[in-house]
């Protein structure tokens, strides 16, 4: 305490900082319910409260999305039993299925072999090696956390750029070492030199240094970005994606099921292409250049550096050895996932699941494939059953086989599930759906879409790109979870109030609450990156404002070209009209 008293007033306020914000909070924003009294007045004070905790991060997040359960049964807008069904809806059991099959995956180092695949493929030349780093990481983000994605392909980055900058550190020492055989480079060498294009050595070693330091920036930065990318693609791939999944089954419970795993695959995977390869070309710009020789590889030949790096790769690939049953198991099952989503109801055409339920295609959702798919992971063994009875060491031991199944490990247990599944997800989806919910029943969505009628005035491409960018800049400091929770059921009320498709505003935002790029915190893959030491925030910064730009432009090319026909744009749906109690 006395040392707290002895502290300069700045320092002491920032140590008290967050007890400060979760005290005075609540407080100060007492007034609003209180005061004006009214259902909707205890809503938004409920929905300020949460959102200033969520952006400041003074509790964790998933504490923070409990406080409806607690709040609006003590304000009397919902019962607490109608909140605490909110929680755990058909989303959240997407989300926990999905996530079990991505934890298979990880656990079973399929990713990883995937990955290291791929590169190999690719080579080691930078451009493409760049390209291959961005497309590994991007497919694997689809399925996988993009935490997880590139905590496991940073280290591969640095292994590789070890090799390819190994001449590179060494080369200032051995020139500053020989600087007199250098200097007597004869005057038809270094015309040679300059007839072909190239820049003659620096001795000083500054420039082979700054070009080391530029490569290492580009290739570590191109894989948190892939991952922010790659996770837009699918429904399960990143939170935000999901929350809209349920905010649309709950604000408008007649929608049809129009965003599902194949609509939203047919929309948002062409845009990510788009962008990725964009932003492939912004990197390249910034970090490599396009020096077409140097970094693509016109000759046939590969430098020593790229040789070394060439064996990095395939000596880890060298080191998980054969696939194993549980492998080829585990890559199975993610493939029968992926197959019964996409043909589940896929729009165009009758799905499995309208044929066997007599077109009653919402009976089954993608939530049900999901758990079917996780459960079959805790069933089935991870190794190759002997049928043979004669294998048995002694035949008074049984059948083999029945031996086995009682003693084969699983392809999944549930430690691991506990151990690696991030549970705070399923309450922050729950808090989002009882906060929707919340505001339906008070009536705050109403009175919100009231206030926003005036924009009628302007063109929804306008709206679209402004929504965009507003929620871009709120999600570098807050989690996008957290921002599209807060978002989407507000951008639903301001669709119905100037008659446009919900989809046109929602869905564009969906995206862009993915879109941290500018800041180490504003994003997990972010922080892995920064953490490596390659980078400053002002690189990232200044090379993630143009990234944020890129995906509001291609999120605007998308929503009003193939989107437009896809998701019948230029008409207001029935399902949306629905009024409040």
């Known amino acids: 305490i006395v040392a707290l008293i002895r502290m300069p007033l700045p320092k002491r306020l920032r140590s008290i900082k967050n007890e400060f914000i979760l005290f005075a909070a ?37 504490v923070t999305a409990l406080l ?45 072999r995937i990955a290291l695949r791929v590169l190999l493929l690719v080579g080691v030349r930078p451009a493409l090696l760049m390209l291959g780093f961005m497309g590994v990481t991007a497919f694997l983000s689809m399925w996988i956390s993009n935490t997880a994605t590139t905590a496991m392909m940073v280290p591969i980055v640095q292994a590789v750029l070890e090799e390819l900058n190994n001449s590179d550190a060494q080369m200032p020492a051995i020139l500053s070492s020989d600087a007199a055989q250098a200097s007597e480079l004869s005057d038809k060498q270094q015309k040679q030199t300059e007839a072909k294009g190239e820049r003659m050595p620096d001795f000083s070693g500054t420039v082979f240094l700054a070009e080391r330091r530029k490569m290492s920036k580009g290739m570590t930065l191109c894989v948190c970005y892939a991952a922010s990318i790659g996770g837009t693609a699918t429904l399960t791939g990143t939170g935000p994606n999901l929350v809209l999944n349920g905010q649309m089954s709950q604000i408008f419970p007649e929608n049809g099921d129009v965003i599902n795993f194949a609509s939203w695959f047919g929309f948002a995977f062409p845009n990510m292409i788009l962008m990725l390869m964009l932003a492939w070309v912004w990197l390249q710009f910034v970090f490599i250049g396009f020096n077409f020789k140097k970094t693509w590889g016109c000759n046939a030949e590969k430098t020593e550096k790229e040789v070394a790096a060439y064996e990095v790769i395939r000596g880890q690939h060298r080191r998980l050895g054969p696939m194993s049953f549980g492998e080829l198991s585990v890559l199975g099952l993610f493939i029968l996932l992926v197959v019964l989503w996409f043909s589940r109801d ?32 805790f069933v089935l063994p991870s190794k190759l ?48 759906f009882a906060l929707a919910k919340g505001s339906e029943v008070s009536g705050l969505s109403r009175w919100m879409g009231d206030q926003m009628s005036p924009l009628q005035s302007i063109p929804p491409w306008a709206i679209s790109i402004i929504l965009c960018l507003l929620i871009a800049t709120f999600t ?25 498709n919900p989809l046109y505003v929602m869905v564009p935002c969906t995206l862009s609450a993915s879109f941290a790029f500018m800041l180490p915190v504003a994003t997990p893959p972010n922080a892995i ?16 404002i143009v990234m944020n730009i890129i995906g509001i432009l291609c999120i605007t090319l998308a929503i009003n070209t193939w989107g437009r026909a896809m998701f019948h744009l230029d008409t207001f749906p029935t399902w949306a009209n629905v009024s409040g109690p």
Request: charged share 10%; glycine share 6%.
């Open 26 to 62: 609540p407080l100060l924003l007492l007034p609003l319910p209180l005061v004006i009294g009214t259902s909707e007045a205890a809503c938004a004070y409920v929905i300020i409260l949460m959102a200033v905790y969520w952006c400041t991060e003074v509790l964790p997040l998933a």
């Open 68 to 112: 409806p359960a607690l709040l609006f049964p003590l304000f009397g807008v919902m019962e607490s039993q109608s909140v605490c069904m909110q929680y755990l809806k058909d989303t959240n059991l997407l989300f926990v299925g999905g996530l079990m099959v991505a934890v298979a995956v990880e656990h079973w180092n399929l990713h990883k």
């Open 346 to 377: 896929p729009g165009f055409m009758h799905g499995w699941a309208t044929d066997i339920f007599n077109s009653k295609a919402e009976y089954v959702t993608d939530a049900t494939v999901a758990i079917f798919v996780a459960i079959l992971l």
């Open 385 to 432: 059953p002997h049928f043979c009875p004669w294998r048995t060491q002694s035949f008074d031991t049984g059948w083999s086989l029945k031996r086995f199944l009682l003693s084969a490990p699983r392809l999944l247990t549930w430690k691991v599930v506990q151990k690696k599944l991030p549970w705070g997800i399923v309450l922050l989806l729950g808090g989002g």
């Open 476 to 500: 570098e400091c807050a989690s996008n979870v957290a921002t599209a929770t807060l978002f989407l059921p507000i951008l639903a009320s301001l669709s119905q109030s100037i008659g446009i």
């Open 529 to 544: 990156v920064f953490s490596y030491g390659y980078l400053k925030v002002s690189d990232m910064a200044r090379t993630g």
